[in-house]
């Protein structure tokens, strides 16, 4: 049950990451560099929270523990304003400024709310980790198996989502079109190809004179649609945690005010040097930010069937590394120590991430680039490696944090279950608001937002592939358009070839060199890390004793 409540929690996690990831700026098209403030603001303001809240879960007392009550108090409440979160009004450049902050105001509440509720489902998840048993090795397993079960549930959001909303939103799309008589999107497109015109040319012809803004509509619908699905199936399963689980270690009698916690979590040298290492290691978390963007536009067009194909080698590749690799943590264990493997993986890691952008600088004089199955199998093993390196990485973090809990109750008579795991979210947010404002600002940089997003939108609405219309310079892209469609018509803002070379190069920087630096950046804090295995294990055998007011052979 403790699974299938990290598989649900999960599943709603990457429904919000898909929203702030690519709802925001390619559905709402709401401006990067304001999305960047509203996840920035949102995420430090919420990192901040989670000690905060694990504070107010240390100090809950009741029958059945102090992380219980909450795992079955939140799930519904979060997956209510999961999906409001989805109902934003759309941005317009054209609009008043009045509701232009109308859109913004309602998409940066409802995505702090959001935010709040789940800090309040997530903290007492991981807590009850270390509260179900204290033999580190079953705690261990535990862990491990959390992880596999939590990498499933956002495997199942990540590949599922945007494939699922592509082909609900084409359905919708394909229904409008019968009214006009349309029976065949693409065939239609063929059509127009074949009279030399563009596709919405042709609809207009046949009386369909919003064909492109249909086509953003239903888009938008398609992802609504799926997200309501997915958050029903979360919420389910993320709620059987809180009925079934139980905590078997009782509670420390001494609480912390959240002023002395934050002393505390900065005092204990180990959970300290995590916390740093968490943090710097912030870059490493592009490769999902950016994942749907580059999976939509550069590989598969925004065809649903494309998607889920390079969704399932690429991510599929990332997430199956990830399983196996967590699954071998115990046993890997019995060889490495904590250290050693945590630093091993963030340095391994570091050769695939460098090969997936040599990969793409060579696509470029390839015909069909990366989707060339040349270059696609060594991409899909190069996704796999860091899949491998990604899951020691984030179950090793998870046990590494229970080890300090241990420490500060061994050393200070406080078992800080939910204050220590909150840094685990703290060190997620505060990560995640590095790469949104680092994403942000080169988007923003690079011209990848607002109307040039809604061109690039437009193109594929017209059954262009992008990919093979970028060239390097500053010729305009209509000229590469009107090799396509005699008219030019379909190009309404100033994007330039060049620019959508920059756009593509921008996309696989961000999930290769830019996770390479954090891998390099992670092993700094923890290269000497202060809790040694050996020590580790004379501390938790001495406070098992101790809670049993037994004499311990160590002491």
């Not at 040298?269 to 490493?284: E, H, N, Y």
């Not at 990604?390 to 809990?405: D, E, R, W, Y």
């Not at 992008?466 to 390097?472: A, C, D, F, T, V």
Request: glycine content about 8%; some cysteine; aromatic content about 12%.
């Amino acid at each position: 049950m403790y699974m299938t409540g990290l598989f649900g929690q999960n599943v709603i996690y990457n429904i919000i990451a898909f929203f702030t990831s690519y709802y925001l700026q390619n559905i709402l098209f709401i401006p990067m560099g304001i999305v960047g403030v509203i996840l920035v603001a949102a995420q430090v303001w919420d990192a901040f929270n989670d000690p905060i809240m694990g504070t107010i879960v240390d100090k809950t007392r009741t029958k059945i523990g102090k992380c219980r009550p909450w795992l079955l108090a939140v799930p519904v409440i979060n997956g209510v304003i999961t999906m409001v979160c989805f109902l934003s009004p759309q941005y317009d450049v054209d609009a008043s400024a009045a509701k232009k902050a109308l859109v913004i105001c309602f998409a940066a509440f409802f995505y702090i709310a959001w935010g709040m509720t789940y800090t309040a489902g997530d903290i007492p998840l991981w807590g009850i980790s270390a509260l179900m048993t204290e033999d580190e090795k079953d705690r261990q397993k535990l862990q491990a198996a959390a992880r596999i079960a939590a990498g499933i549930g956002a495997g199942i959001a990540v590949l599922g989502f945007q494939p699922l909303a592509l082909a609900f939103g084409q359905g919708l799309l394909a229904k409008r079109a019968a009214a006009f008589g349309i029976t065949d999107l693409n065939d239609f497109a063929a059509q127009a190809k074949a009279a030399g015109i563009s596709v919405k040319a042709l609809a207009e012809q046949h009386g369909w004179m919003d064909y492109t803004e249909a086509a953003v509509q239903t888009d938008r619908m398609g992802c609504i649609i799926i997200a309501l699905i997915l958050t029903v199936i979360g919420v389910a399963t993320f709620q059987l945690a809180g009925i079934f689980c139980k905590e078997r270690i009782k509670p420390s009698e001494k609480n912390n005010s959240v002023g002395e916690n934050f002393k505390m979590m900065w005092r204990n040298k180990p959970f300290r040097q995590l916390l740093l290492s968490g943090i710097v290691s912030a870059p490493r978390n592009m490769t999902m930010l950016v994942a749907v963007s580059m999976v939509t536009y550069y590989f598969s067009t925004a065809d649903p069937g494309l998607a889920t194909m390079y969704l399932a080698l690429l991510g599929g590749g990332l997430f199956i590394g990830m399983f196996g690799a967590t699954a071998l943590v115990p046993r890997l264990l019995d060889r490495f120590t904590k250290k050693r493997l945590y630093n091993l993986s963030n340095l391994v890691e570091i050769a695939p991430n460098v090969a997936l952008f040599v990969f793409y600088l060579i696509s470029l004089n390839l015909e069909g680039g990366l989707t060339n199955i040349v270059l696609l199998i060594p991409t899909i093993v190069m996704f796999f490696l860091k899949g491998i390196c990604l899951g020691i990485f984030n179950t090793l973090q998870t046990a590494m944090i229970a080890s300090c809990v241990d420490y500060e109750d061994y050393t200070n008579n406080v078992r800080p279950d939910a204050v220590f795991f909150s840094g685990q979210t703290f060190m997620v947010k505060i990560g995640t608001g590095i790469s949104n404002i680092l994403y942000s600002l080169l988007c923003a940089h690079y011209a990848f937002e607002g109307r040039n997003v809604e061109t690039l939108k437009d193109m594929i609405a017209e059954h262009k592939v992008p990919r093979e219309l970028m060239e390097k310079g500053s010729e305009a892209l209509v000229h590469t358009m009107n090799k396509f469609a005699a008219d030019g018509s379909l190009i309404t803002g100033t994007l330039t070839a060049g620019q959508l070379f920059n756009f593509f190069t921008l996309m696989f920087f961000a999930v290769s060199i830019l996770p390479a630096i954090g891998n390099v950046l992670a092993v700094l804090p923890t290269w000497n890390w202060a809790l040694d295995d050996a020590e580790y294990a004379s501390i938790l055998e001495k406070l098992q004793a101790r809670r049993r007011e037994i004499p311990c052979n160590s002491d």
